[in-house]
């Protein structure tokens, strides 16, 4: 298993402005995943973030709105930018351990509130 | 498109009962099927499924693959409080990508 820290675990942001959650890993993993968590709904996932690479992002989600850094094997943040009420979600990150990169963990996800 | 759909969308059931929740799915080059159990905000892994009839058990609950049907069955038995949440399937299909499935909201009821 992977032990996840992800953080903050709640905001509340204006609209406008930007929020950036980080995702810490206590292993190195080579797929790290954001997914996004709209109220009743699913989880929808955003990007693939690979260390050393461009994300790859989900049909619907843009570069632009949610930038992705991926530096290390064990570090990733998701940027939630130019907020508004829509945005408002839990985030979540995730890895895939194991050999074949199946069993996808998660943070404790970030309850984030646009006003 | 990977589709995951399950059922029932929400369950109430008395302490004590069993139940059953199910997952349907569609996915063009599968590699697993997945369960979790989310309370709040992070789902909580519970099983992978890759090879069919091969039934995992974890206590009181176990689940099961029909990979010839494209289905999965998680069970519960003896269910206690405890157990309410919203029970998510997902598929891993491609490149490790997950399609999840809306989820089981289930309820048990003192």
């Known amino acids: 298993s992977a032990v996840i820290s992800q953080k903050p675990s709640r905001d509340i942001c204006q609209r406008g402005t930007s929020l950036t959650i980080q995702c810490q890993v206590d292993?190195?993993?080579?797929?790290m995943f954001w997914y996004r968590q709209q109220p009743g709904q699913s989880l929808t996932l955003i990007a693939t973030?690979?260390?050393?690479?461009?994300?790859?992002?989900e049909s619907g989600f843009v570069i632009d709105k949610f930038p992705i850094s991926r530096p290390n094997l064990t570090f990733s943040t998701l940027t939630v930018s130019n907020m508004s009420p829509e945005d408002s979600s839990i985030y979540l990150c995730?890895?895939?351990?194991?050999?074949?990169?199946?069993?996808?963990?998660f943070g404790q996800g970030t309850r984030l509130t646009v006003v | 498109e990977d589709k995951v759909v399950q059922s029932p969308l929400s369950l109430v059931v008395h302490e004590g009962d069993t139940v059953t929740l199910n997952c349907s799915y569609e996915?063009?080059?599968?590699?697993?099927l997945l369960w979790y159990k989310q309370e709040k905000k992070a789902p909580t892994f519970l099983f992978m499924l890759?090879?069919?009839?091969i039934e995992k058990k974890s206590g009181r609950l176990s689940s099961i693959l029909d990979k010839k049907e494209l289905f999965s069955i998680l069970n519960i038995t003896a269910t206690q409080t405890g157990d309410s949440a919203v029970y998510l399937c997902?598929?891993?299909?491609?490149?490790?990508?997950?399609?999840f499935g809306k989820g089981t909201m289930l309820l048990v009821s003192p």
């Open positions: 996915v063009t080059n599968f590699r697993s």
């Open positions: 292993s190195q993993v080579t797929m």
């Open positions: 890759t090879s069919s009839g």
């Open positions: 997902a598929v891993e299909s491609g490149y490790s990508t997950l399609t």
């Open positions: 995730s890895v895939g351990v194991g050999s074949m990169n199946t069993e996808a963990f």
């Open positions: 973030a690979n260390q050393g690479s461009e994300a790859t992002y």
